[in-house]
């Protein structure tokens, strides 16, 4: 039997792309993917070389980890597609010989659990597990290699670094922008419902400018209600109806025209974070603002790429940078990224 490279996944939106492009650019048969369930569980009827498990019981999660451990352990090498999951994390560990040949894709949130994770008893047995098996991870895969230098400093990480963008959602977009009908300026205020956006803060910011003609778009779509709930409740008490919440997902169509309507973005994440709104909104020339001391800003300083200091903002003036559209254009190309690919599964 032909020895397979494993993909180790959960159905995230684009790893439905992910897998069409490895299944069109290179060998399918050498490709094995296991997928846990997720959001794009429809779009994966296609793939042949996809399994899909529903863990909705104690049997199906057995069988699940069973055939893993078989597949890890026959498989030539192992792509893990964000090491989120602490059971898969536990195997690694206990059979730390198979750490050698694992490519780990690093996703942020993944990493970042070290520095913004809540440090109480369950966070520390985690750590347990996580630092040996970080530490001896034979390749590490990523385009923003601030964090494998973060790695490198938090868990003393020796794999090789592979740059690779990865997923077709941190690629540029070729997009006619539509011609601006309005005099309203408008402002995307992070990417998702998730705390870590610091939204209040930035609605803050905004304050000053609440009676000036302005449209702030909050998309809210996925991560905690809860936050949502709470910063729309803010964003109408502050902003009225100039505060527009995103509440549903869109289509891949309808989110590139939203994003094609946004004339000055704000960032504020505190760590890598929303790299597929931002590429996307820089390759279209959109004024981007984000938070300087992190692995992202260091990215495109080094590309060239020219964003703005969220802690700086003081004005709502923005304008089409044709420079970083090219840059962007360049090096988050549909080119660039299957090569990439290519050398890493060579």
Not at 125 to 154: C, S
Not at 168 to 174: D, F, Q
Not at 271 to 292: C, D, E, H, P, W
Request: hydrophobic residues 40%.
């Amino acid at each position: 039997m032909t020895k397979k490279i494993l993909h180790i996944a959960s159905c995230s939106s684009f790893l439905p792309s992910f897998i069409k492009c490895i299944n069109d650019k290179f060998n399918s048969e050498r490709h094995e993917f296991l997928i846990t369930s997720g959001l794009a569980d429809s779009e994966l009827s296609d793939f042949k070389n996809v399994k899909l498990f529903i863990l909705n019981g104690f049997s199906k999660k057995i069988l699940y980890y069973f055939e893993l451990l078989y597949k890890m352990q026959v498989a030539e090498r192992i792509v893990i597609h964000g090491l989120f999951n602490q059971r898969l994390v536990k195997i690694l560990f206990i059979f730390p010989w198979l750490l050698k040949k694992c490519y780990w894709a690093v996703w942020g949130g993944d990493l970042y659990v070290y520095q913004l994770g809540r440090r109480n008893w369950k966070w520390h047995v985690n750590e347990f597990f996580r630092r040996p098996v970080i530490k001896n991870m034979g390749h590490l895969v990523t385009y923003v290699e601030g964090d494998v230098q973060l790695a490198r400093n938090w868990y003393r990480a020796k794999g090789k670094y592979h740059e690779c963008l990865m997923y077709h959602s941190n690629l540029y977009k070729n997009y006619t922008l539509p011609n601006k009908d309005s005099d309203i300026i408008n402002i995307q205020v992070g990417n998702s419902s998730d705390p870590s956006n610091n939204h209040i803060e930035l609605l803050e910011k905004l304050l000053p400018f609440k009676d000036q003609n302005i449209r702030i778009l909050t998309p809210l779509s996925y991560g905690s209600p809860t936050h949502a709930k709470k910063v729309m409740e803010l964003g109408v008490e502050w902003f009225g109806d100039k505060f527009q919440p995103i509440t549903e997902v869109m289509s891949f169509d309808r989110y590139l025209g939203f994003l094609g309507s946004v004339d000055i973005a704000l960032f504020n994440h505190e760590r890598q974070q929303a790299m597929g709104n931002t590429i996307t909104l820089l390759g279209l020339g959109k004024t981007v603002y984000m938070r300087s001391d992190t692995t992202q800003w260091l990215l495109f300083e080094e590309k060239n790429i020219a964003v703005k200091d969220i802690q700086k903002f003081n004005s709502l003036d923005f304008k089409h940078d044709e420079c970083n559209a090219e840059m962007i254009a360049k090096y988050f190309s549909a080119e660039n990224y299957h090569k990439q690919l290519h050398k890493l599964f060579s």
